[in-house]
């Protein structure tokens, strides 16, 4: 009896732990100043859902096209469709590229490549999110 007590006790806490996490976690996901860095962009916009050949569509923890090779100059737009918070960060952090603050479902995020070059990046969240844009000439 006194184990099963234990037990429901522990599994309570368990449960209050996990929701004040939750709700803590989304907090700051919405809150983006906690993750602002100096040298972020803040391109983040809601969505009107135009969408043309240079849109990547972040749905289902993945960013779609994976790849894709634009001309420099142009300017690219990710949407995120998911209910969680993403970024776009480009892998390397010294080097200029892609670096959002946190942005959610219906909401975009544009970054202009301006130099040549393959430009690897991921989601800082979720680093299983991988993608890459290549800019020619």
């Known amino acids: 009896m006194k184990k099963n ?3 429901t006790i522990v599994m309570i806490a368990t449960g209050v732990g996990i929701l004040i996490s939750h709700f ?3 907090d ?12 972020q962009n803040s391109n983040v916009v809601r969505v009107d859902h135009k969408q043309d050949s ?3 569509e972040i749905k289902k923890y993945a960013f779609t096209p994976e ?15 998911d209910i969680a918070p993403h970024t776009v960060t480009i892998d390397e952090e010294t080097r ?3 670096k959002s603050k946190f942005f959610g479902k219906g909401e975009k995020y544009t970054y202009t490549f301006n130099e040549v070059g393959i430009y690897p990046y991921h989601c800082e969240p979720h680093p299983y999110m991988k993608a890459m ?3 020619t000439e």
């Not at 700051?28 to 040298?39: A, F, R, T, Y």
Request: aromatic share 10%; proline share 2%.
């Open 5 to 7: 007590k234990i037990f």
């Open 24 to 26: 803590l976690f989304h």
């Open 28 to 39: 700051l996901m919405g809150n983006s100043n906690h993750h602002k860095k100096d040298n």
């Open 54 to 56: 240079n849109t990547i």
């Open 67 to 81: 790849k894709k090779t634009v001309k420099k100059g142009t300017t690219v737009t990710w949407i995120n469709y």
């Open 96 to 98: 200029e590229g892609p």
């Open 133 to 135: 844009i290549e800019v």
